[in-house]
């Protein structure tokens, strides 16, 4: 059975910083792309960040130079480090994991909520 468990989440101040962690289970980790997406109310799910096995990460433009997200294969862990944390960055998160070989093949993580604001 295929689970992405996230963790790390909550309330922070602007300005703040958390870290997101996301570990998988049932899942061969390293032919994987390990992504992180967040969803506010009414709007669709984005992409904030993504890593290749190789480490090739990609960023939206608007968390470049404040999100840093990396993975170890050892641990099948992916995290999502967020510092100068924005109120804009309000959302859910939620981890993914796309098999690199077949894009019509991902699993999703449960969702964790994170809230910046004073």
């Known amino acids: 059975q295929v689970q992405l468990v996230e963790s790390g989440g909550g309330l922070v101040q602007p300005g703040g910083s958390l870290r997101l962690s996301c570990t998988t289970f049932?899942?061969?980790?390293?032919?994987?792309?390990m992504g992180w997406y967040r969803q506010t109310p009414g709007k669709q799910r984005e992409l904030v960040a993504s890593i290749a096995s190789g480490r090739t990460a990609i960023y939206v433009d608007s968390v470049k130079g404040r999100f840093t997200i990396s993975r170890d294969n050892n641990k099948d862990t992916v995290l999502l480090q967020m510092v100068s944390l924005k109120p804009e960055d309000t959302a859910v998160y939620y981890c993914?994991?796309?098999?690199?070989?077949?894009?019509?093949?991902?699993?999703w993580g449960q969702g964790i909520q994170v809230t910046v604001s004073s």
């Open positions: 993914n994991a796309q098999y690199a070989l077949d894009s019509s093949l991902h699993y």
């Open positions: 049932g899942i061969p980790f390293t032919t994987y792309t």
